[in-house]
C-alpha cells in the first residue's frame, strides 16, 4: 500500500511539472498523427479498389450494352430473313389449293375427282391436263398410342398448272356453301398459324377486327374504323395486337 502512495505521489507530482506534460502531450499527438497516416493510407487504397471496381463495372455496362444491341439486330435479322424465306414459300405456293371434306374413297385418283368436283360443284372445266399434280395430306399420328387417326377426311392439295386455273376454282368457290366441301389458298404454316389468330380475334367481343381472309398468300383484315371498315393486310401477330 505504501509503493501504492509513492507512486501515485509521483504521478501526480509529475503531472504538475510542465515539461512531463509537454512530452506527455507530444507523444500522445506523434502516435495520434500516426493512426491518421495510417488511416489515410487505408482509405486511399480503399478510394483506389472502389475506383477499380467502378471503372470495371462501367466496361461490364458498356459491354453488355453492346451485346443487346449486337442481339437486337440479329434479331431483327432473323425476323427479315424468316420474312423473306416464309414470302419465297408462299409464292411457290402460288398455283396450289386445299380443297376440303372431300369424303376419301379406297384407290381413289384425286386428279380425277379433283376435276369432277370442279365441273359439277363448282362450274369450272377443269380437265386432268390442267393439273400438275394432286394428292391428300399426310395422316396425322396420334402421339400417345402412335396410331392413325382420322376424324374428317384429309384435304387434297392441288397443284395446278397455271394461276389461271387456280383462280377460277377460288372465284367460285362459294358455290361449295351449301355442301361439306370447302377450297381455300395453300398457305404456308406460318400464313395459316396467322390467319387462324385473325379469325379469331374476329370472333372476339369488341375487337377491331371483324373479319379476315386471305388473297395471294396475303392475310388480310378488316378493321373497324369510325366511318366503318377498312381492309388492311398483316404480317405478323404483333401486327394482330396492334390492331387490337
Excluded at 163 to 178: A, C, F, G
Amino acid at each position: 500500500m505504501a509503493n501504492t502512495r509513492i507512486s501515485k505521489n509521483l504521478v501526480k507530482d509529475a503531472l504538475k511539472d510542465d515539461d512531463v506534460l509537454a512530452y506527455i502531450k507530444g507523444a500522445i499527438m506523434e502516435a495520434l498523427d500516426s493512426k491518421f497516416d495510417e488511416l489515410i493510407k487505408r482509405l486511399d487504397t480503399q478510394d483506389g479498389s472502389i475506383l477499380e471496381l467502378h471503372n470495371r463495372i462501367n466496361n461490364i455496362e458498356s459491354s453488355l450494352a453492346n451485346l443487346q444491341k449486337r442481339h437486337q439486330k440479329c434479331e431483327e435479322r432473323n425476323k427479315w430473313l424468316e420474312k423473306q424465306l416464309n414470302d419465297q414459300e408462299q409464292y411457290s405456293r402460288r398455283n396450289c389449293v386445299r380443297l376440303f371434306g372431300v369424303p376419301e374413297k379406297e384407290n381413289e385418283n384425286t386428279n380425277q375427282r379433283v376435276c369432277e368436283i370442279a365441273q359439277q360443284q363448282l362450274g369450272v372445266d377443269l380437265h386432268l391436263q390442267d393439273i400438275d399434280r394432286s394428292h391428300r395430306v399426310p395422316r396425322r399420328t396420334d402421339p400417345a398410342s402412335n396410331e392413325r387417326r382420322e376424324i374428317k377426311p384429309r384435304a387434297i392439295i392441288i397443284k395446278l398448272t397455271s394461276y389461271q386455273h387456280r383462280q377460277k376454282l377460288l372465284q367460285n368457290r362459294r358455290k361449295l356453301k351449301s355442301t361439306k366441301m370447302s377450297l381455300h389458298e395453300d398457305l404456308t404454316k406460318t400464313n395459316r398459324s396467322l390467319l387462324w389468330e385473325a379469325m379469331n380475334a374476329s370472333k372476339v367481343q369488341g375487337s377491331n377486327i371483324l373479319a379476315a381472309w386471305s388473297t395471294n398468300g396475303r392475310i388480310i383484315v378488316s378493321v373497324k374504323t369510325n366511318n366503318g371498315s377498312m381492309k388492311r393486310q398483316v404480317n405478323s401477330k404483333e401486327d394482330l395486337l396492334a390492331i387490337g
